[in-house]
């Protein structure tokens, strides 16, 4: 099956300085992603790979195993939320409707009308005197109306109130229900991701750190409290440790039990996996990151 987004040793370089380095990923279709990671990470620059804003440096990128923009049918399979869900303030909510219509050959004026009065939205009012979590909501509404097979979110959520965010993303859950469309949503805000995602990437200073289904992740990740170790079995990765003189305690990821009784094993939530990688990204990156520099 080809997947619905597909990276293979992909970098992008700014000058002298690289924002995505060594970037290889493959998404699954018929998945909700969630692609988490710091200010930093390069979330934003790997979306506009994905969506032919920006042009590849080294390495390649696919979806649904063309090109990105390689043409207007590659163009019509996927839809892009960039952040803070841009509309054109001077335009009415009917205007952008047309407007959609008018580039998309597979609009879905249908679906786009009864968005529009499910949310309360008022037509001839124009985009600029809407509220956050309306202007999202419309982005969201264009974005999906256009009926693609592959749906690009940058952090689309991550200014609006808590309200607002919670009905958007079960707006897209809605959608994702009956459209069966392959959703990446990029997000540093793990709680919104565990309430919608079923597959993650954690991206850090340009790199997946991890990637999977997430019921398997967390199934495969274990937090150990023992006797003082340094070492474990070859079968126990090591994710991060924490020691006193006399007590090591563990986040270690083992597709195998933990069967030696001298460790008390915990299981980890999603937000313990995340901060985990994060922090041993941190840990281990020099004093002065030329990614994390620029990429976003």
């Given amino acids: ?48 790979l994905a969506v032919g804003l920006l042009q590849p440096s080294e390495g390649s990128i696919a979806v649904l195993g063309d090109a990105p923009a390689s043409g207007p049918a590659a163009l019509a399979r996927f839809g892009f939320l960039a952040q803070d869900s841009p ?6 909510v009917a205007d952008h409707l047309r407007m959609g219509a008018w580039l998309n ?4 004026e249908a679906f786009a009308a009864r968005r529009i009065r499910e949310l309360g939205l008022d037509p001839r009012q124009r985009a600029g005197t809407l509220s956050g979590g309306q202007r999202a909501q419309l982005a969201l ?15 689309p959520v991550a200014s609006l109130d808590p309200l607002a965010r919670r009905e958007f993303l079960q707006t897209l ?3 994702v ?6 959703v990446v949503l990029s997000s540093h805000l793990i709680a919104d991701l565990e309430r919608v995602c079923d597959y993650l990437a954690v991206l850090v200073a340009g790199r997946v750190a991890v990637s999977g289904d997430v019921d398997a992740l967390i199934a495969s990740h274990h ?23 006399r007590q090591s305690t563990m986040l270690v990821r083992s597709h195998d039990p933990v069967l030696d009784p001298v460790w008390s094993v915990a299981p980890v939530t999603l ?25 976003r």
């Fill in 87 to 92: 509309t054109y303030p001077r335009l009415t």
């Fill in 173 to 175: 859950m809605e959608v």
């Fill in 141 to 155: 509404t264009l974005a999906v109306a256009k009926r693609p097979e592959v749906l690009l979110l940058d952090e």
């Fill in 105 to 108: 050959p597979s609009w879905d």
């Fill in 177 to 182: 229900a009956a459209h069966g469309v392959t």
């Fill in 223 to 245: 937090r150990l409290v023992g006797p003082r170790r340094d070492r474990l079995p070859a079968n126990q990765q090591v994710i991060e440790a924490s020691y006193t003189d």
């Fill in 1 to 48: 099956m080809t997947a619905a987004l597909e990276a293979v040793g992909l970098g992008k370089r700014y000058g002298r300085r690289w924002g995505l380095r060594g970037c290889t990923l493959a998404v699954p279709s018929g998945r909700v992603v969630g692609l988490v990671g710091p200010n930093g990470a390069g979330k934003t620059t790997l979306l506009h």
């Fill in 271 to 295: 937000d313990d996996l995340v901060l985990a990688y994060l922090r041993q990204a941190r840990d281990d990156a020099p004093a002065s990151s030329p990614a994390l520099a620029v990429a």
